[in-house]
């Protein structure tokens, strides 16, 4: 676990112009959550404040079809902010959006966008022609796929994760000799073998799209340091969150579901209340 030192500063700054109030906030450890429409508020984001942006945007999916959950058949919609409209309508989207998180990353910082067939080819094109650099299509094997009910396509087992920085003559961050050791001294490569998110990950609740802890542990600890701000645009049930407060980073989340945010809220927390511990401990031993 990183290591807080005298100089580390937690104190997020208003990051949103007109500031609203937080959804939630932990001023100790640099930690705010709003409510909105992610574009609205990535539009109201001042530019260049961000180390480390992941997004999990929608995947667009949600087309009346079925799937496999637990051995029983479920339908694959997610909510009407997963439902797909045009091609050009996603495709717009993903524009936009990508083209606010360009302004708002520092001239060193990185972005991951995770997706699948469904989207992650818009993505990889509106990256390319906004002038992002692309570093690596990231391949996330999931060890424990759902089977394929319709028996007529091999069974979805991927997904893809592209990170990218801002051109081709930024310098950005990675942790390479961190990211060696995971390996066992070998360099790491692009396919990686996550399991989905454990049972005690939703000991809270739910969420359609929850992305493992696991996985967002690497993907912070490869690309920044203690003390850095991240930014999750599509936060969810805010593993990215959780994670962050864990290695010791600042965050700022956006979600347009309360629901949602309440969950993020008790897993935050419950985190914060888990590190304090850890630190208290530490302390009483050492």
Not at 129 to 153: E, H, Q, S, V
Not at 164 to 189: L, P, S, T, V, W
Not at 205 to 223: F, V
Request: aromatic content about 10%; overall charge neutral; hydrophobic content about 35%.
């Amino acid at each position: 676990m990183p290591k807080l030192t005298e100089d580390t500063q937690w104190k997020v700054t208003e990051v949103l112009e007109p500031t609203p109030k937080p959804f939630f906030m932990n001023e100790e450890r640099g930690i705010r959550l709003y409510q909105g429409d992610a574009l609205a508020m990535l539009r109201q984001s001042r530019s260049e404040n961000f180390d480390l942006i992941f997004a999990d945007p929608p995947y667009f999916l949600s087309n009346g079809g079925i799937t496999c959950q637990n051995g029983q058949m479920v339908s694959v919609n997610k909510g009407r902010w997963d439902e797909a409209p045009s091609l050009e309508d996603i495709h717009s989207f993903n524009t936009d959006w990508l083209r606010e998180c360009y302004r708002l990353l520092k001239s060193n910082g990185t972005i991951w966008v995770s997706g699948t067939a469904h989207n992650i080819y818009s993505v990889g094109f509106a990256m390319q022609t906004l002038g992002y650099k692309i570093l690596n299509d990231i391949a996330w094997f999931k060890i424990n796929p759902p089977p394929n009910l319709a028996c007529r396509y091999f069974t979805h087992a991927t997904e893809t994760i592209l990170w990218a920085r801002k051109g081709e003559k930024a310098k950005h961050h990675f942790n390479y000799d961190e990211m060696k050791r995971d390996n066992r001294g070998k360099q790491m490569q692009s396919l990686w073998s996550i399991t989905p998110p454990a049972p005690r990950e939703k000991r809270f609740g739910k969420h359609p799209t929850q992305k493992p802890e696991a996985l967002l542990d690497r993907i912070i600890r490869a690309s920044s340091n203690a003390g850095d701000l991240v930014l999750d645009p599509f936060c969810g049930s805010g593993t990215t969150g959780v994670i962050s407060a864990r290695l010791r980073r600042r965050f700022v989340g956006f979600d347009i579901d309360e629901n949602y945010l309440d969950l993020a809220v008790k897993r935050i927390e419950d985190e914060l209340s888990e590190s304090q511990s850890t630190l208290n401990w530490a302390g009483e031993t050492g």
